[in-house]
Each structure stands twice: as C-alpha cells, then as structure tokens.
C-alpha cells in the first residue's frame, strides 16, 4: 500500500514538473538571448560596405562681373576717400549726404544766421581706414548738382557735385570730430527747415541735394558712420545743440585695375564692384555617389600679393566672405542681401574660404536641380570698401575646387 | 493528458505572439539579432532541414523515420506516416568570436521550422506542408576606419566608423508527398517555393563636425522554385529478432533564383527627410544558382530501443555564382558528416519512471562548410546532446536541445567563433480521422 502512494506522489510531481517545463524552457531562452556584445571582429576580411572615399572636382567655369547693380544708399557706413592699392589698384570714392530737416529734435525753427550756429559731427571707423593710416586726408564738403534717392543710388555710380567747397576738414586718425558750416549754407537750409508748407519734405528732397564728401589727396578711405554723423543748430540762446541726423546718405566709388594683375589672381572688392562667378558641374557623376557626407566649395586667397602693403597702410579685415546662390537671371537687378546666402570666414590655416555645400547638392540629387551659380564678394552690406584677392581657375595649386566625402554603396559581401 | 495537451497548446501560442515579428528569422528586425559573423557573405550561414526527433543528434536524419514527430529532410519518410504530425521549433544560439585582435559575442533568437504531415492512407500515403529556413544571413559589424591625412581633403586624418547590420536569409515553402511502395522502398517528392530577403543597413558615423552621417540600406530579394526527391526503406531482423536497418536519401536540385536589389537612403531633401531610391537593379536578369543538395545516411537499432545513425551531406557551392557582390570564388562544395545515437529507454518493457519516459539523443558532426576564405575552409566541428518528454497519451513531446561547435579560424585574420546553443521544439501527435471500431 505504502509503494502504491509512493508512485501516486511520485506520479504527481512527474506531472507538474512536466505542465512547468516549456514555460522554464521558454524563460531559459529568452534569458540566454540577452547577453550580447557585438565588437570588431573580421576586421580583415569584412570589406567596407560603405567604401568611403574623398575627391577633389576642379571648378573650371570661374569668371568676374562687374555689372551686377549694387545700392548704396543707408547703410551703417557711407564711404569717401582717394587710395592707390598696389596690389587691387586705383580707389576713388565719395560720399553724399542730406541732414533732417525734422522739428522732432526739440528745435522747430531757425533764427537768422546772425542768431543761430551750425556744425557738423563726424564719427568714423578707424578700424576700417583702408590706406595710409598715418597720413592726412583732406576732404572738401561740395554741393552736389542733382537729384538723389538713396534707395536707387548705385555704388558703381560717383556723384556729380559743385566746384565750389562749402568747407574743407582734415582726417587723420580721430573718431569724432566736427566741422563748422558757413553761414551761406545755414541760410539755404533754414528756409527748407523753418517752411511750413504741407510737403515740405518733399519739396527739400527735390530742391535740396545735399553735400558730397571729396578726398583731395591720396590717403586713405575713410567709413563715416551714419548714426554718429549728425548736424548740430542751434539758436542763440540755446544751451546746446541740437542734434539733427543725417535723411539720407549714400557713396559711390570705382576702382582702376592695377597696372599688373598677375593672371591667377581675381580681384574681389564689396559692394559687387567686382564679383566671382563660380559654377561647377554637380550632378552624381562628377560627385562620384549619391550618398555624400560633405560637399565644400573651397576658395584660396592669395598669399603673396596682398602682404606687399607699405608700412602702416592697411586693408580693413574681411569679416566674412559672401557667397550667394542665384540664377543668372535673378542678377539682373542686383542681389538681395540675406537670402541664400552663405556667410564664410577665412580659414586661417590654409588661408581659404569654405562653403558647406552639402544641403544643396542633395536638393540637386534628390530633388530639383535649381541652376544656379554661386557669386562671391567679400562682405558687402555695411558701407565699408572692403577687397581682396582670390585664386582663380589659372592656378593649379589653389583654384577653386569642391571638395567631396562620401560613400559608394557598390556590394561587397 | 488535457492538461498538457494544454500546456503544449499555450506554450506554442505564447512563443508564436512573442516572436511573430521575427518569423523564421527572415523578416526586417530594427534589434538586428546577430549571429554568425560568417552569415555577412553571400545569401548567408545554409541550414539543414532535419527531424525535430533527431535535431539533438546535428544530423539531418535523413535515414531516420520517428513516429511521433514529423520528418523534414527526406521526403521519401512521409508515406511512413501512422499520425498526423506537426511540430515547430525555436533556437538561441550564443556566438562568442575572436580574431587576433579583439572579441565579440552575439546571440541569436530564432523560429526554425513548421512542419505538418498528414497520413492520407495510414502507413502508405502521406502529405507533408513545411516551411523552413534554407539560409541565414544575421550579423552586426563595426569598423573603426580613417582616411589618412591629404586622402581626405584636409590636413589631418579623418576617421569613421562604419556599422553593418545584416538580416534576412532565404527560405522555401514546400508541398510534398510520400508513398510506401514496401517496406524496403518509399518515394517522395516535394516541390517548394524559395524566397526571401537579405537586407544589410550600412551605418557610417564621422569622427569630425561638419560631417553628416552617411546610412543607407541594400535589400536584394530572391525567388525561385526548387524540387526534391527522396528514397526510404527498412530492412528487419539482420542480425537479430529485434534489429533494424533502415536507410534514406534526399535530392534537392539546384534552383535557379531571379534576383533584385534596391538600395535607398534617407536625405534631407529642401526641409524633409525623405527616403529616396538610389540603385536599382535586376542584375540583367542574371539568375542566382542555390546549389544542389544530396544526403545519404544509415541507421541501425540493434534493439528497439537504441538506434545508431549516421549520414553525410553534400552540397555543390561550387556552382554558387556570386556575381552580386564584388567578391569572387568565395564558396567551396560543403559536405557534413554526422554520427549519433538515440537511446528510448521507454520501448523497455517494465520500466516506466519520469526518466524511463524521456528520449535521449547525442551526436557529433563536422561540417566542411561552404566557404573558402584565405585559402582556409571555414568548417564546423559540432557537439549535440538532447532529450524528449513525451505525454504518456498522445506521443505528443517537447524537445530540449544543447550543441556546442566551433567554427572558423583565427588564421589568415579570420574570425573563429565558440557557438553554445540550445534549441526547443514542440511535435504534437494526434490520431486524426481515425474511426474507432466498436467490438
């Protein structure tokens, strides 16, 4: 009887231990399955699926233009001066500018000229000067002949102005100064000032053209700043001056090429006076894969040329390059600064300029292909002349090149 | 019996919802289970298609006809069929591979095979559905690179790495019957669909700002049909009142495989992400040639309750043409050899305890594998040891298995690889369509 129990017990258990396997088996696997480091084994025979690769595509089609309209009109700088570069050539520029007739400024009329006073302040970038930092610039304050707007006034476009100065100021290296205006001038401008016809803006604008700022020597260029540079009246009596600012400004300038330009060299100078036309051929075949990680546009600055300055004269520092992304047909009148834009600063250890390219080259593989080209000034939106010198498509160590990183997906396994 | 008829029923249902996403191990899986870091060269590691009854043993069993689990590698066995068979089965195995340089481990999770056989005239005519893994290709990669400095447009080096995860294999669906002529002659036949997928994501991440990652994902689909032919007999009492000899080959012949692939790659395109197509190929309508198979084997039970088996595989690789990658006269003719022995201690009349009720199997093989790498043979050496636990009822089991192997070299800067698996099937036996007579 007690064996019979004992194989019933025994039975039992058999049972249980048999419904319980499969869930332990099951348990027993996943647990088995957890414990995973994969490393870098088979280095030596897995080939790279990727075969990531790097290549340079020489850009052949790089030209200059010199007939894209750039305006000059209100920027934070208006510049004026006379400076022969020896290495980008001939700079002549100069300046206009119309004060406020505003009665905003806590002054709403003008005494006779015997009674009231008028000056102008200056504030400038000496930091910007290009030229002869250490010379004196002579400029004469000239009435300029005909109608302005700052908002169409091109850059490439030199005022016409008077034979007769208005007054005359020096500029060496101060940052503020003022200049004193003769009564004659004080007298056409009260009566603009003091009228109180219904478009008496109008009517200044109209009649009244302003002052044009001409270098009379070789020196140096100079950016007058627009905010700082004010008209000072006042009546007698009065305790100060008050302060009118300048309605409008603007500048034209042109340069001369040098007498020798060496042939891989291309002058670039603000304001698009000169641009570089840079168009290379992208499309899957010259950039060898469709899967790319980095595409550049590198562009070389000279090294040689532009160090041979005379001792303290200077070129103001190139805060960016400018590279923008256009049509040729939406340059016809002019660039609209801030859009498709690509802002470049110098990469100091190969003195280049590189522009990460990769977002469009993927709009051109994947998607439309824009037809664009890429036109290239140094910075150009603040007033201030600045130039350089850039390789182009003559030199073979340093013409412009996009350089390309990607990865072939040929099949390797 | 309900009781685990029921437990078998559940366990079967839980595993099938818990890797239903990674059926037979052939579909998209983004946890990239790895496995063997061989299975990255052409369509992958091939599989054997084996008994559930005799997987503890690592042969195909070719030769071996169990009456409670249904058979899979020789369709000769199925008009042998007393039961309505049906069996499945999942597998881990843990890769444990070294170089010269450095070590990796990798596990792989994964459903084997389905396998179902009805007897259309009990012990003379049977049908078998199956489908199974021909192949497996899993694996995961990382390779530490550099383009050194002036081969990569700047001054310094620019180093990467590179991530390949790799899944997919081929499979066949297969619809075969078999008929017992005699005793010592049956015959089977099976025709099958071949499919499947082989899908490689290629991860590249730059060491330097400014670089955008590059991935992108190589998918190549295959389909094909294959046929397959298969001879079994028995012979009794050779040598003795109790013994049996039986014997079982299988032909599968070469299968011609359209293939295609597709690669594509996500960008940025204007201000969207976007997954776009960038090759596209039939290869020319080229065909992959899936090489012929051919398994021999024997198996003699001197007594019912022990039997002795043994058989030898051959594969003609040499007659892969690898013409979708780049890599050249990487596969080699593969033959397997393979010898085991079952023990049933539960055919022993007058014993009957828990262990008494179990079958035990063990087997060792050594396969010369498919691949020739650096002039070295990627073979396999593999231990198998395993046990069933039958219901005293139905037959109806559970198989637990264990197998060690090493495969592989680290000669040459090769890779050899520890493999320690362990795989469970679940054969349920029933009596279908079967009329009681009453006395």
Known sequence: ?413 | MQQIKLTLVLTVTLAGFLFSGNLYGQQQDDKARSGSIYSYLGVGIPESKTNTGISSIGLTGVAVNDMYSPGLSNPGVWGNTYFTKASGDFTIQNYKAKDNTTSAKNSLLEVGTLNIVFPISKNRLGISLNLHPLTRSTFRTFQLTELPPGDNNSPDSLSYGEENKGYGGLSQFEVGFGWRLIDQLSVGYATSVIFGEIENQTSVIFGTNGYDNIAFNRRTSFSGWGHRFGLYGEFKNLLSSQDRLTYGAALSLSAKLEAEQETTTDRVVGNSLETVTIGETDFDGRKVTYPMETTVGLKYNPRPSIGIVGDVLYQEWSEYDNFISTRQDITKDRYKFGLGMRYMPYKIENIDSFLSNTKYRAGITYDTGHLELQGKNISTIMGSFGFSILSPDTRSSIDITFEYGIRGTKDEGLVREEIFGMNVSFNLTELMFYRPRLR
């Not at chain 1, 700079?91 to 015997?114: C, G, H, T």
């Not at chain 1, 007769?164 to 020096?170: D, G, I, Y």
Request: with cysteine; charged share 20%.
């Open chain 1, 1 to 413: 009887m007690l064996q019979n129990i004992l194989k019933k017990i025994t039975y039992g258990n058999i049972q249980h231990i048999r419904k319980s396997l499969p869930a332990v088996a099951l348990w027993v696997l996943v647990l088995a399955g957890c414990s995973e480091d994969p490393g870098v084994v088979g280095g030596s025979f897995i080939d790279e699926s990727s075969e990531v690769y790097s290549d340079t595509l020489n850009i052949e089609d790089v030209r200059t233009t010199s007939d894209i309209p750039d305006f000059s009109g209100n920027m934070e700088y208006f510049s004026a001066g006379w400076y022969n570069d020896p290495a980008l050539g001939e700079f002549e520029a100069v300046a206009m500018m119309r004060p406020s007739i505003s009665q905003s400024y806590n002054i709403d009329s003008l005494r006779e000229v015997e009674f009231s006073d008028a000056r102008l302040q200056f504030v400038i970038n000496t930091d910007k000067f290009y030229g002869d930092t250490t010379s004196t610039t002579t400029f004469e304050l000239r009435s300029v002949t005909h109608i302005w707007r700052p908002g169409s006034w091109r850059s490439d476009s030199l005022p016409s102005y008077g034979n007769t100065a208005v007054q005359e100021f020096e500029v060496t290296n101060q940052d503020t100064f003022e200049v004193n205006l003769p009564d004659s001038w004080l007298q056409e401008y009260r009566e603009y000032f003091n009228s109180d016809v219904a478009n008496r803006d109008s009517v200044y604008r109209y009649n009244y053209n302003g002052m044009a700022i001409v270098a009379q020597n070789q020196s140096k260029i100079v950016p007058f700043n627009r905010q700082g540079t004010r008209l000072m009246v006042k009546n007698e009596g009065d305790t100060a001056y008050k302060k009118l600012p300048m309605e409008s400004v603007a500048f034209g300038f042109n340069r001369r090429e040098p007498a020798q330009m060496d042939s891989t060299l291309t002058p670039l100078v603000g304001l698009f006076n000169n641009a570089m036309i840079v168009n290379p051929e992208l499309n899957q075949q010259t950039l060898g894969s469709q899967n790319l990680s980095r595409v550049e546009l590198a562009l070389f600055k000279d090294q040689e040329t532009l160090v041979n300055l005379p001792v303290d004269h200077v070129r103001p520092d190139i805060p960016e390059m400018r590279v923008y992304r256009r049509s040729p047909d939406e340059v016809t009148y002019g660039i609209g600064r801030e859009s498709r834009l690509y802002r470049v600063a110098e990469d100091s250890l190969d003195n280049s300029y590189r522009v990460n390219l990769t977002s469009y080259v993927n709009q051109i593989l994947y998607g439309q292909d824009p037809g664009v080209q890429f036109y290239v000034v140094p910075e150009s939106s603040s007033g201030i002349i600045y130039a350089t010198l850039l390789y182009n498509s003559k030199s073979v160590e340093f013409r412009p090149k996009v350089l390309i990183t990607g990865a072939k997906t040929e099949s390797v396994n």
